[in-house]
């Protein structure tokens, strides 16, 4: 069965560079979270899109944005990175018409900054 | 807003051996409970759930309860496989004003020896 997919697995920038993280939803869902994991710690909700709207907003700082386009694939975009954004950071998606909000995870991106 | 508390942080097994997981959440709104396990490197996979108006649910070796009353639920994965080894996490969700977003416990590392 088809996954999430996030690109790039991998990413190091400097500090103060910017970064575009992607995902790709499970075909048909139409819900797309962002959650971001620091080291030993628990994913964080920083965002969620459904139909292309912002659905809800967590702990995301105001140097970082989100959308979801028309083929449902949503981008996290960081600008003036901090060290502090290293983490990894996770794309989930769901299909909101199903009775429960079962969220299915991609592989990540992990974000370094130096 | 929703807190999840996860206990123990740490957990070791002998092969064989049953293991528990216990979590307690504070708002009574939530409804849905999942259950990630996460293995280095890797994105949040779920294992099991259960919805508020079950109290019981199994899946061949892992089973989980819910406790509405006294809000918490317990993960119960029985005759333990070095495999299972990882940090499992539990979550709360509420479906309600499209706030969907997922409220983590902080972990438990299962290390189940050979």
């Known amino acids: 069965a088809a996954g999430v997919i996030q690109s790039p697995r991998h990413l190091i920038k400097e500090k103060r560079e910017t970064a575009t993280l992607k995902c790709y939803p499970i075909?048909?869902?139409?819900?797309v979270y962002w959650y971001q994991q620091g080291p030993g710690q628990d994913p964080q909700f920083l965002i969620s899109f459904y139909e292309k709207m912002q659905s809800d907003k967590g702990s995301i700082p105001d140097r970082f944005s989100a959308q979801q386009f028309s083929d449902y694939h949503s981008e996290l975009n960081m600008s003036s990175l901090e060290l502090g954004d290293s983490a990894l950071y996770f794309c989930?998606?769901?299909?909101?018409?199903?009775?429960?909000?079962?969220?299915?995870f991609g592989p990540g991106t992990r974000l370094t900054v130096l | 807003g929703e807190n999840v508390e996860q206990h123990p942080s740490t957990l070791s097994v002998q092969e064989g051996d049953s293991a528990v997981i216990k979590c307690t959440y504070s708002d009574s709104a939530s409804n849905y409970f999942p259950w990630y396990k996460q293995e280095l490197g890797k994105g949040p996979q779920l294992i099991i759930d259960i919805r508020s108006n079950v109290g019981e649910k199994k899946d061949q070796r892992i089973a989980v309860t819910l406790n509405k009353t006294a809000k918490h639920f317990s993960l119960h994965i029985t005759e333990t496989q070095p495999e299972d080894s990882a940090v499992y996490f539990c979550a709360a969700s509420i479906r309600e004003g499209g706030s969907e977003k997922l409220v983590f416990g902080k972990g438990t590392k299962l290390t189940v020896n050979p």
């Open positions: 075909p048909r869902h139409d819900t």
């Open positions: 989930a998606s769901s299909l909101r018409t199903t009775a429960y909000n079962e969220q299915f």
